[in-house]
């Protein structure tokens, strides 16, 4: 990453990247990097690490729930465009959902409701790993 002014900004992957997503806004964050005394090496990491993570959201209907091997549940979203993600809960690996966000799914799935799901996109480093996929948030849609 480039050289910065005094004041660190932020980098604009990290804007493209949360440009549509509701809370903090990341000048207000990098604001406060900047007045903690946070120093610049530490500032820039911070920032290539958000950047590196995308956020995205699918809305769909659950369609099936599925105990996989390690013990784990997978939730399979299938949006009507087609498009369909995977979200996993329990088990050995990393989990993509919450408790309370399992049991909203597993709601919407036996009302038949359609839901949104916000979500972080987190590729593992790992050659053929998939990565994993923070859940934000969960909207069941009546």
Known sequence: MAEQT??????VEAVRSFEHVEGIPLDVIGELLARAGVPA????????E???????????????????SGASERVLIVAPNGDFEYFYYGGEGPLDLNDAQFDTL???????????????WEPD????YAGTKPVNSVAVWF
Not at 41 to 48: G, K, V
Not at 50 to 68: F, H, L, N, P
Not at 108 to 114: E, I, L, N, Q, Y
Request: proline share 6%; no cysteine; net charge positive.
């Open 50 to 68: 958000v950047a590196a993570k995308e956020y995205k959201k699918i809305t769909g209907k659950v369609i099936q729930i599925e105990t996989t």
């Open 41 to 48: 090496e530490l500032q820039n990491a911070f920032w290539q």
């Open 125 to 128: 480093p790992r050659p053929y």
């Open 106 to 120: 597993k709601l919407a799935a036996d009302g038949g409701r359609t839901v949104t799901v916000s979500y972080q």
């Open 6 to 11: 005094e004041r660190e900004k932020v980098p």
